[in-house]
Structure formats: structure tokens, C-alpha cells
């Protein structure tokens, strides 16, 4: 297990018909050797696996990757679950390069991101 930084930008779509490298996250997961998220390094590395949120001119956000159940959410706020944006199915996802994952944000909106990077993580 290792823990990795993965940076994804905004898909094509409706509203970014080219994709976007100025929308996306970019977070922190520990990977096992199939490029899952293994759930059993998170929690002894949780307190690492940061997640920053950018989206074009509004400040960027900062929270946490959390394993609720089988489901992945960001956490922007540890004392209320109203904030927390869950991922679609990270569990089943390959976190690698080119691959496509989805965020349903805030407003409700599920929004999808292709994989740009996936590089190791060192903390420092």
C-alpha cells in the first residue's frame, strides 16, 4: 500500500463541452496494486488523505477523503454531514490515468472528472 496524489479535471460535457483544467480536485488515497482504494490503509492513514476542490474563480476548498460504508465522500466540514460531496462508486473505480469518475457536488449537480495524474504521495 502507498498512499497517492490524484489530480482530475472536468470532463467534456454540457457545460464544459472541451473539459476543464481550471474545475477539479486533486486528493490523496492510499492505492493498492490494482489502483483501488484500499479501505483498510485509509483508516490507518485517514488523517492524510486530503482532498482540494478548484473551480475556475471561487476559492478553492479544502476536506477530507472519508469511507462512509461502501461509499467515498469529501468532507469539507467534520461537524455536519450537509457539506460531503460523495464520489459514484469510487470502491469499484481504478484510480489511473485517463479513467473517469464522478462527484455529486454541493448543489446536487453529479459532475465528471478524467484522471490527469496519479503520482506517489510523500508527505512534506
Not at 11 to 29: I, L, M, Q, T
Amino acid at each position: 500500500m502507498a498512499l497517492f496524489r490524484i489530480h482530475m479535471n472536468a470532463a467534456r460535457s454540457e457545460v464544459f463541452p472541451n473539459g476543464s483544467d481550471k474545475h477539479g480536485y486533486d486528493f490523496v488515497a492510499p492505492l493498492d496494486g490494482d489502483s483501488l482504494l484500499d479501505p483498510e490503509a485509509w483508516k490507518a492513514h485517514a488523517k492524510d488523505c486530503w482532498v482540494r476542490r478548484f473551480w475556475a474563480n471561487e476559492p478553492e476548498e479544502r476536506g477530507t477523503l472519508r469511507h462512509i460504508g461502501k461509499g467515498w465522500v469529501i468532507d469539507y466540514d467534520p461537524s455536519t454531514t450537509d457539506d460531503n460531496e460523495p464520489f459514484f462508486k469510487l470502491d469499484k473505480h481504478k484510480l489511473e490515468v485517463g479513467e473517469y469518475l464522478s462527484v455529486k457536488e454541493a448543489d446536487g449537480d453529479l459532475v465528471t472528472f478524467q484522471i490527469v495524474s496519479v503520482q506517489p504521495y510523500l508527505k512534506g
